[in-house]
């Protein structure tokens, strides 16, 4: 008996045994409630792949299937762990073939509200991302022929037949399983959700840190943590319009600063920009920047405060960002207190979903044989 047909027979008898769950279409939309200060989602779902109840079980045994890679090794999941808050804890990830590649894995939450996946910005929609690490030789390394194959002997066809009303599994779909999967995964009952809510009383470094974070630096007027100004609102990530949530955050100097959106744009004026990711649970999702080149919130903070390089490309919001009036053309810094660094680091750790990263409608179906 293949794993796929215990779980459709156990989902069967599930089903059959409540009353209330006989008159569901089986394809109906799935229900995600996000917090209305997160915004509009309606028009961020693609009309050619709604969310369902189907739809979402068959992306998420997907993203858990050691089936779509090259040896049968790996899964998204490996790379993209959920106690982590998707990501997997290395700098760079090694693939099927101990080959690394190049940055570190993003974290892979409330995705309704951003565009542009990859540190470079490479795929426009998730269902893109969703499929290029199975193809790709350093990660997966997979023929979706093979894939397919494969995944018809283990008893898929069933489940995409239910999911898509289609005869057959094909690439396209696999990438619309995986995508309504991860389109669903929303984080928004951190203690800093719990706050917002009114139903968490922050701690006075909590609140002052989160004034810190939210605040653009005036010397002399105000002081702040310059973070919010490319990681927006609630979400606390990039701004989706267009590239605007790509930065150049003062990583390298001209000499030795890598690619980033400019890989994807072709324009010089893109190179060392990179995406804005969430901070939503970043104190789980060390290492952090797009190489993972710093292992503590408290090395991040001292990157921002007294570690930025100059670049032709530094993004003007580091470089007007400063509690302390600089000369023109002088290395950027916040001059932050000792005391202001916690109190920044205490509001980031408001933002660790307990809730999210032990959802059982995240976590591996397959009870731990496959991941």
């Known amino acids: 008996m293949t794993k796929i047909f215990y779980l459709i027979v156990i989902t069967g008898l599930i089903i059959g045994c409540n009353p209330k769950?006989?008159?569901?279409?089986?394809?109906?939309?799935?229900?995600?409630?996000?917090?209305?200060?997160?915004?509009?989602?309606?028009?961020?779902?693609?009309?050619?792949?709604?969310?369902t109840r189907k739809g979402f079980e068959l992306g998420r045994m997907l993203f858990y299937e050691k089936k779509l890679s090259g040896d049968n090794s790996m899964s998204c999941a490996s790379c993209h762990q959920q106690k982590k808050a998707f990501t997997d804890g290395l700098a760079t990830s090694p693939g099927i073939d101990g080959v690394n590649g190049?940055?570190?894995?993003?974290?892979?939450?409330?995705?309704?509200?951003?565009?542009?996946?990859?540190?470079?910005?490479?795929?426009?929609?998730?269902?893109s991302q969703s499929i290029e690490p199975i193809r790709n030789p350093i990660e997966m390394h997979e023929s979706f022929d093979h894939a397919i194959q494969e995944l018809e002997e283990e008893g898929y066809t069933t489940l995409f037949q239910?999911?898509?009303?289609?005869?057959?599994?094909?690439?396209?779909?696999?990438?619309?399983?995986?995508?309504?999967?991860?389109?669903?995964?929303?984080?928004?009952?951190?203690?800093?959700?719990?706050?917002?809510?009114?139903?968490?009383e922050p701690s006075p470094s909590e609140k002052r840190g989160e004034?810190?974070?939210?605040?653009?630096?005036?010397p002399g007027q105000l002081r702040g943590g310059n973070c919010g100004?490319?990681?927006?609102?609630?979400?606390?990530?990039?701004?989706?319009?267009?590239?605007?949530?790509?930065?150049?955050?003062?990583?390298?100097?001209?000499?030795?600063?890598?690619?980033?959106?400019?890989?994807?744009?072709?324009?010089?004026?893109?190179?060392?920009?990179?995406?804005?990711?969430?901070?939503?649970?970043?104190?789980?999702?060390?290492?952090?920047?797009?190489?993972?080149?710093?292992?503590?919130?408290?090395?991040?903070?001292?990157?921002?405060?007294?570690?930025?390089?100059?670049?032709?490309?530094?993004?003007?919001?580091?470089?007007e960002g400063s509690n302390e009036n600089q000369d023109a053309g002088e290395r950027p810094r916040l001059f932050l207190t000792e005391q202001e660094k916690e109190d920044i680091i205490a509001f980031l750790h408001m933002l660790t979903d307990e809730d999210f990263i032990s959802n059982p409608d995240f976590s591996n179906p397959f009870e731990n044989e496959n991941n």
């Not at 894995?105 to 990859?118: D, G, I, K, Q, R």
């Not at 005869?167 to 959700?193: C, H, M, P, V, W």
């Not at 004034?211 to 005036?218: D, E, G, Q, S």
């Not at 979400?235 to 690619?259: C, P, R, V």
């Open 21 to 51: 769950e006989t008159n569901i279409d089986p394809n109906s939309e799935r229900e995600l409630n996000p917090p209305e200060y997160f915004g509009s989602y309606s028009n961020r779902i693609p009309d050619d792949n709604p969310i």
């Open 102 to 127: 190049k940055v570190s894995s993003m974290s892979l939450v409330n995705l309704m509200w951003a565009e542009h996946f990859t540190w470079n910005g490479k795929f426009e929609q998730i269902e």
């Open 162 to 200: 239910e999911a898509f009303n289609a005869e057959e599994i094909t690439e396209d779909l696999i990438g619309k399983a995986l995508a309504q999967f991860q389109r669903s995964l929303i984080s928004s009952n951190s203690k800093y959700d719990q706050y917002l809510r009114g139903e968490y």
């Open 211 to 218: 004034r810190l974070f939210f605040t653009h630096p005036i």
């Open 229 to 319: 100004d490319c990681h927006l609102g609630p979400l606390t990530s990039g701004a989706i319009d267009g590239f605007q949530g790509f930065h150049n955050n003062g990583l390298d100097t001209d000499e030795n600063i890598d690619e980033g959106l400019m890989a994807v744009t072709g324009d010089p004026k893109d190179k060392g920009r990179f995406k804005t990711p969430s901070l939503r649970n970043i104190a789980l999702t060390a290492p952090y920047m797009h190489d993972g080149r710093f292992e503590t919130l408290e090395e991040v903070i001292e990157h921002y405060d007294n570690g930025i390089h100059q670049s032709s490309t530094l993004d003007i919001l580091i470089i």
